[in-house]
């Protein structure tokens, strides 16, 4: 298991704060705990407990349990389970969304449904790249502000916690969450004959990989007879039936994941 740390541009304004990982491969959980700075007394005569190293004060905490999580519906190809923390309802961890399935119907990004759902942050995130990704397979996400917190992770070797470039976590995961690509066999078929493509599943960075996935289809335009494909050493086929359609007209087929879909698209004209 990989730990991806960013420090987050759009955390900018929170309290300093630091995120502590305890990570326990053998019952496949992750607990994430917030800890804030302690702030200095207003009071002079007490001393200042920030004095020299900062101190910061567990507030909440939240647990992943990916064997949990597996057994719901949700589990998919690019799925990733997000802990927001309510800064204002007390200073407290929110139970792991599925971020995919929340934003299947409207296309919204993690901060855009933080914001549509509860004032508050995602700064933790379990992240499952493939259906039948192991526990080691998935990685952790952690989004930082721009205070000197941190971020302390337990049960992994260092070399397994990287800390970043990104700006957000969803950086992150773009660059190790799986794609497809999707091709036209030819750029033109004639009115009423079928139109094939052909799908190569992506690695992270876009490079073409073998495993496999099972994805899912639809189309613009034409009739699209199997709506489902899995992969064999990560390639695929699909047809799309132009029967009644004229010259000129277009279809287009697009291939995602469950929650997911219209990851790559690729368009045929009639004539």
Known sequence: MKVYVVKNTGLAGTRDYRISLEIDREAETVKATLAMRVLPSPDPEIKDQNEGEPSYADKDSVLFAARELRAGRDWSERQAYLAGFD?????????PVPLSTLTQPTRFSAADIARHIWNGNFLVGLNVPFTNSTFDECFVSVNLGQGDGGCV????????????QYSSSGNVREMVFPSVEVKADTASVKAGEPATFSLQMLDGLGDPTTRDAELYLETVNGFLPVVRRRTQDGKARATVLTTGMQAGDTVRLKAGFKFYPGADDAEVTLT
């Open 87 to 95: 800064w204002l309802d007390g200073g407290r961890f929110r139970a």
């Open 153 to 164: 992770v337990s049960g992994l070797a260092d070399a397994d916690v990287e800390l970043t």
